[in-house]
């Protein structure tokens, strides 16, 4: 049986998802599509992040925010959804804190409404279909990394 010694390069880099205290940063994520949600979950604990919640619709996104914050550091929000949509649950998010990272998830096609988001305040939008590399990099990019 072979050893974390027998592959001394492996695993040197610390995950991206760390503060630098070594905590987890902590990940609320509101999509209406399972599959979207998983998706995102999956890329995200991969990398080292806490995905604390998930919200099927933009008015459980904002409630669940209300209800955990200041214990989250980031939420991914889709454009559309059912009750309440990304743009509007994202403007009731910042109306609640004004400094919450917010990343818009948009189908192509949704430019008018990504371009909003970011004008009221969301720090940074990602197009499906999901790219591993570009979820990381714009998380990271949002909080400041």
Known sequence: MKSK???????EKEPDGLKP????????IVDDSMFVAK???QILTSAGF??????????????????LHPRIDLVTMDITMPKLDGVSALEQIIAFDKNAAVIMISALGKNDLVKKSLIIGAKNYIVKPLDR??????VLNSLGR
């Not at 806490?50 to 209300?66: H, I, N, P, Q, S």
């Not at 590399?133 to 714009?138: G, S």
């Open 50 to 67: 806490d995905v604390v919640a998930t919200a099927g619709d933009g008015e459980a996104g904002v409630e669940k925010y209300k209800e």
């Open 39 to 41: 998706q995102l979950s």
């Open 21 to 28: 205290d070594g905590t987890p940063y902590r990940v609320l």
């Open 133 to 138: 590399q570009k979820v990381l990099e714009r």
């Open 5 to 11: 010694g027998d592959f001394p390069a492996m695993n």
